[in-house]
Nanobody, 123 residues
């Protein structure tokens, strides 16, 4: 699976962005999809994940209520809608694919990664 993330940019605090991650191949619906982020000088951290069908979603406490993950298996794409952005959300955002879905909060669970897209939130 090859992943291509896009949609990042510069936004003022309180604004919104929608990230997209397009996957290659015909087996997209077999993967749990996740979003992670890495701020300068910090470790990469879990943001959100969605199960194979899209019926279950999972969020980090820091984004719960502000971010929404969704997927369209017909388009091989996963999305991250980010609302009420704050400067602390500034990071490079990565999408990732996990075939097994056992430890969806763990970075090492994910087999495939996109290249990352920069999100910058100004105060």
């Amino acid at each position: 699976v090859q992943l291509q993330a896009c949609g990042g940019g510069l936004v003022q605090a309180g604004g919104s962005l929608r990230l997209s991650c397009a996957a290659s191949g015909r087996t997209f619906s077999r993967y749990v999809m996740g979003w992670f982020r890495q701020a300068p000088g910090k470790e990469r951290e879990f943001v959100a994940a969605i199960n194979f069908s899209g019926s279950s979603t999972y969020y980090a406490d820091s984004v719960k209520g502000r971010f929404t993950i969704s997927r369209d298996n017909a388009k091989n794409t996963v999305y991250l809608q980010m609302n009420s952005l704050i400067p602390e959300d500034t990071a490079v955002y990565y999408c990732a694919a996990d075939l097994y879905g056992s430890y969806i909060y763990e970075i090492h669970e994910y087999e495939y990664w996109g290249q990352g897209t920069q999100v910058t939130v100004s105060s």
